[in-house]
Antibody, heavy 119, light 110 residues
Framework: QVQLVESGGGVVQPGGSLRLSCAAS????????MHWVRQAPGKGLEWVAF????????YYADSVKGRFTISRDNSKNTLYLQMNSLRAEDTAVYYC????????????WGQGTLVTVSS | EIVMTQSPATLSVSPGERATLSCRAS??????LAWYQQKPGQAPRLLIY???TRATGIPARFSGSGSGTEFTLTISSLQSEDFAVYYC????????????FGQGTKLEIK
């Protein structure tokens, strides 16, 4: 069965950096695009970033462009999100999600990892 | 940016009754529309993709319809486990500079 397990969340000061990881299993990781989605406390879902199956193309929401970098290591079945210049408004639960076979919907999600940006 | 608007914000329905949730796109997204269910403290779960195709393991009481800018999620006979928040999401943009979600509809017990 598909499993996605995020890690790396925590408390960081404004302007700081954090790297999230998402360990994937139960499917051929190297064949699927992957997403990061976040959810601020008590708020709705916000798509953050997408990376193609082979890492050749990466796309970002305007709110994180230039600060966040999505990457993947297909040899380790792991997805990453490097977050720099963090702001209070980046405080959220960050989910990794697998892209669907027939389009860029998100067919499996991890349990999420909480990032808190606070001084 | 394509804006997704869900209505109503909160829907109160009795168990066993039908629930109808709406999602409108600010411009056409064709059939590139998905629905997700989220329960408190849990990750979202995919229900519907391609506007009307049920995801693996999703009960037949969930159905999706629509295309272009108007979409509907219908739950034919509400079970206790269906009370949750529902989000629509468009994935029509290419390249995907923004896969926007609606703000959500909270389905609560009447």
């Amino acid at each position: 069965q598909v499993q996605l397990v995020e890690s790396g969340g925590g408390v960081v000061q404004p302007g700081g950096s954090l790297r999230l990881s998402c360990a994937a299993s139960g499917f051929t990781f190297s064949s699927y695009g992957m997403h990061w989605v976040r959810q601020a406390p008590g708020k709705g879902l916000e798509w953050v970033a997408f990376i193609r199956y082979d890492g050749s193309n990466k796309y970002y929401a305007d709110s994180v462009k230039g600060r966040f970098t999505i990457s993947r290591d297909n040899s380790k079945n792991t997805l990453y999100l490097q977050m720099n210049s963090l702001r209070a408004e980046d405080t959220a639960v960050y989910y990794c999600a697998k892209g669907g076979a027939g389009g860029d919907y998100l067919d499996y999600w991890g349990q999420g990892t909480l990032v808190t940006v606070s001084s | 940016e394509i804006v997704m608007t869900q209505s109503p914000a909160t829907l109160s329905v009795s168990p066993g009754e039908r629930a109808t949730l709406s999602c409108r796109a600010s411009q056409s997204v064709s059939s590139n529309l998905a629905w997700y269910q989220q329960k408190p403290g849990q990750a979202p779960r995919l229900l519907i993709y391609g506007a009307s195709t049920r995801a693996t393991g999703i009960p037949a009481r969930f159905s999706g319809s629509g295309s272009g800018t108007e979409f509907t999620l219908t739950i034919s006979s509400l079970q206790s486990e269906d009370f949750a928040v529902y989000y629509c999401q468009q994935y029509n943009n290419w390249p995907p500079n923004m896969y926007t979600f609606g703000q959500g509809t909270k389905l609560e017990i009447k």
